[in-house]
């Protein structure tokens, strides 16, 4: 199956948005880990101006205590050298007069040639700047730093402290303490901060002053911060190399990639699943396009009906046989837009007994239904119920035959077969056509002599008039019984619409005998009936029954060919005995209904196994002029009137065919 282009279009948008938001994460996530490193490097910045400033007022403390302990010019002097080398910061300690005079000086053993290339006078401006300032606040103040040029040819950034000195409540002139900027830097700053960071005072506009330490590299993160004194106020700058950001920068961003991934992960995968249910859907579409194809070519109606009753489904096939249409069917209840209005109280009660539960025939049951136009027609409905999933019955689900057309073809081989028994019958006929010719050769033989004897008699004067009438009557008789042969023949002939009717045994033997006698004359058997005494009349279709019995009769004397058996064993006769029976129930009690025995018996050849099983197969015969029909129809026609017809070998050879219809007062004494 081909996929739309669109699919591609939004997975491709989706994984590029996935992308953008990585990347934004990405660089989100290294902007704040950037401005976090600032926030912390300028925090560090304080720290350290703080660690200074605080060294600073720490100083003054120190050398307000230097005066207290050294009154005079010379004690003066020791402290003094120990508080430079403590403190390595201080590059020179001056104590002044009011007036600015040098009283006592005190260089840092570890600075040397400081005063080499210039002298100290031209740092006097500064130092009265700063004293002047000391004056006004009554404190320490410092001057603006300024470079001092060494005689290695190097210099240094120094800054001049004054601090007025007071002692028993009189001021005794100025303690000049001059810093070196670098000293200040690596004696009073915190190291710890300083690792892999670059440390400097700097102007205002950047220019470097003094340097503790330098980073390179020019990707530098910097951050500054004002290291106020009073007098004075300088710039502090921390810098540091800048982190190296790699795809991951920190933990927020590979955690969020990886939340990425599997986002991007868990949608492949529900893409997976979709398209796997997609394929799911198709996969039922098809099932569903297929039982509805298959629901479309059914010819069987099918319904569906719930517990009350209610029609759920109706196929194609339903609707065009009661002619109304899936919409007006679904959801109709009862009673059913196609019962027949007259029939609705009985097929009422039939559902009631459906709903409560009874169990529906497997074969299913007839009905009659009603179309739309008001037609009926004759169905045949299979029921069953319809179990859900949970396994309750939610209704039932019926198959529907319309059974118009068998019911057509039924009635058609009813007619068939009728026009195949008048055809039998007419074969019958048409093979004792000769028979009769022969026989009625008889009687017109006798006519032709009685005629011409009476014309005789009638030429003769003397002839007695007795004679003559004897000859007519005669003439008569052998008319009658040519008439009488004839009429057998024509009554046997003529179809007539079934009727049954209550014969008497004997009429129905009379029909035939002289049809028998025809052939049994020229076989030479003798056919000896014998009707029991009291025996009922039968209900039958006596034109049927009287061609069974003459099948029978001629099947057996057709048996006996000449000589088969030999006239003197004398067992060339055939009998037909009739006789009522009244079958009896396992208890031994008589049943009410009474059947009369019919059983024609021949000494004939009796029947071979082969054909004992096809006897009764229609076309069937092992005789030359045959038609193989005669068997098939006495049966049919027996089983028509509810009896049966059997046989079984005859004593002391030959066969007995015997069958049974029901007597006409067993009928009408039924309760
Ligand atoms: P048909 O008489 O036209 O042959 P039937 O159906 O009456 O047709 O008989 C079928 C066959 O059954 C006969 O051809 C014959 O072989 C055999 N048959 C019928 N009745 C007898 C009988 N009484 N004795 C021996 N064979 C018989």
Same mark, same amino acid.
Not at 226 to 251: C, I, K, Y
Not at 452 to 468: C, H, I, Q, T, V
Not at 534 to 546: F, H, I, K, N, S
């Given at each position: ?14 994984? /590029? ?37 605080n060294g600073l007022v720490r100083n003054v403390q120190t050398l307000q205590a230097l005066h207290s302990v050294a009154p005079t010019a010379d004690s003066w002097q020791d402290p003094a050298a120990e508080v430079l080398d403590q403190h390595r910061e201080l590059v020179r300690l001056e104590w002044r007069d009011a !007036?600015l005079r040098l009283v006592a000086e005190r260089d840092s053993s570890y600075v040397s040639?400081l005063y080499?290339?210039?002298?100290r ?6 130092v009265?700047?700063a004293c002047?300032?000391a004056?006004?606040?009554?404190g320490p103040?410092?001057?603006?730093? #300024? ?11 120094l800054m001049e402290m004054c601090l007025p000195v007071v002692r028993t409540g009189a001021a005794e002139g100025y303690l000049v303490a001059t810093y070196a900027?670098?000293g200040l830097?690596?004696e009073l ?27 390179? !590299? ?8 004002? /290291? ?16 190296? %950001? ?54 069987? !109606? /099918? ?12 196929? =194609? ?47 299913? #049951? ?83 002599? #009685? ?31 040519? !008439? ?5 023949? %024509? ?10 009717? %209550? ?57 006996? =060919? ?8 004398? /067992? ?26 019919? %059983? ?72």
């Amino acid at each position: 199956m081909k996929r739309p282009p669109r699919r591609w279009l939004l997975w491709g948008a989706l994984l /590029l948005l996935v992308v953008v938001l990585l990347g934004v994460l990405v660089f989100l996530a290294a902007e704040y880990e950037e401005s976090r490193d600032q926030e912390a490097l300028e925090r560090d910045a304080s720290a350290l101006a703080g660690d200074i400033r605080n060294g600073l007022v720490r100083n003054v403390q120190t050398l307000q205590a230097l005066h207290s302990v050294a009154p005079t010019a010379d004690s003066w002097q020791d402290p003094a050298a120990e508080v430079l080398d403590q403190h390595r910061e201080l590059v020179r300690l001056e104590w002044r007069d009011a !007036g600015l005079r040098l009283v006592a000086e005190r260089d840092s053993s570890y600075v040397s040639g400081l005063y080499g290339q210039m002298s100290r006078a031209q740092a006097l401006p500064d130092v009265r700047q700063a004293c002047e300032s000391a004056q006004r606040v009554s404190g320490p103040s410092f001057s603006p730093s #300024y470079f001092w040029p060494m005689s290695s040819g190097l210099g240094m950034e120094l800054m001049e402290m004054c601090l007025p000195v007071v002692r028993t409540g009189a001021a005794e002139g100025y303690l000049v303490a001059t810093y070196a900027l670098p000293g200040l830097l690596s004696e009073l700053t915190n190291k710890a901060l300083l690792r892999n960071r670059g440390l400097a005072f700097t102007e205002v506009d950047g220019t470097r002053l003094a340097l503790y330490s330098a980073v390179t !590299g020019n990707r530098l993160q910097v951050a500054s911060a004002l /290291l106020d004194l009073p007098g004075h106020t300088l710039v502090l700058r921390l810098e540091s190399p800048r982190r190296v %950001a790699g795809l991951f920068p920190n933990v927020l961003t590979a955690v969020v990639g990886a939340l990425s991934l599997a986002l991007l992960a868990v949608l492949v995968l529900l893409g997976r699943d979709m398209r796997r249910r997609q394929r799911a859907e198709t996969e039922v579409a098809e099932a569903l396009a297929f039982r509805k194809a298959m629901e479309n070519s059914l010819v069987t !109606g /099918l319904r569906a009906r719930d517990m009350n009753g209610r029609v759920t489904y109706v196929n =194609p096939a339903f609707c065009q046989m009661v002619g109304f249409s899936a919409s007006e069917l679904i959801g109709s209840g009862l009673p059913a837009p196609w019962w027949p209005p007259e029939l609705v109280n009985e097929y009422q009660q039939r559902q009631a007994v459906r709903l409560a539960g009874q169990v529906l025939p497997r074969e299913g #049951y007839e009905s009659v239904f009603q179309r739309k136009d008001g037609t009926r027609f004759p169905v045949l409905i299979i029921e069953a119920p319809l179990i859900d999933a949970q396994g309750t019955q939610t209704g039932f689900m019926s198959a529907i035959l319309d059974l118009s057309e068998q019911r057509r073809v039924e009635e058609l081989n009813r007619a068939s077969q009728e026009r195949l028994q008048a055809t039998a019958r007419l074969a019958t006929v048409g093979e004792m056509a000769s028979l009769l010719s022969h026989e009625l050769n008889q009687p017109l033989a006798a006519i032709a002599s #009685y005629a011409s004897g009476s014309l005789n008699l009638l030429e003769d004067p003397d002839a007695p008039p007795d004679l003559l009438r004897q000859a007519m009557q005669r003439v008569s008789e052998q008319a009658e019984r040519a !008439g009488r042969v004839i009429k057998s023949v %024509a009554d046997f002939v003529r179809r007539r619409e079934q009727v049954r009717e %209550a014969v008497a045994p004997a009429a129905l033997l009379d029909a035939i005998l002289p049809l028998l006698g025809l052939q049994a004359k020229k076989l030479d058997i003798r056919v000896e009936t014998r009707i029991a005494s009291g025996c009922p009349a039968v209900l039958c279709d006596r034109t049927m029954v009287e061609q069974v019995l003459l099948n029978l009769a001629r099947n057996g004397m057709q048996a006996m =060919p000449d000589g088969d058996p030999p006239l003197a064993s004398g /067992l060339r006769s055939i009998q037909i005995h009739i006789a009522p029976r009244r079958p009896q129930s396992a208890d031994g009690e008589p049943l009410r209904k009474t059947w009369v025995e019919f %059983a024609v018996t021949d000494h004939g050849k009796g029947l071979s196994d082969e054909v004992r099983e096809k006897l009764f197969t229609p076309f069937f015969t092992t005789k030359a002029e045959g038609m193989g029909l005669g068997l098939s129809l006495c049966r049919t026609v027996i089983e028509q009137h509810g009896g049966a017809l059997t046989f079984e070998p005859a004593q002391p050879r030959g066969t007995v065919f015997r069958f049974t219809l029901p007597a006409a007062d067993s009928l009408s004494s039924r309760p």
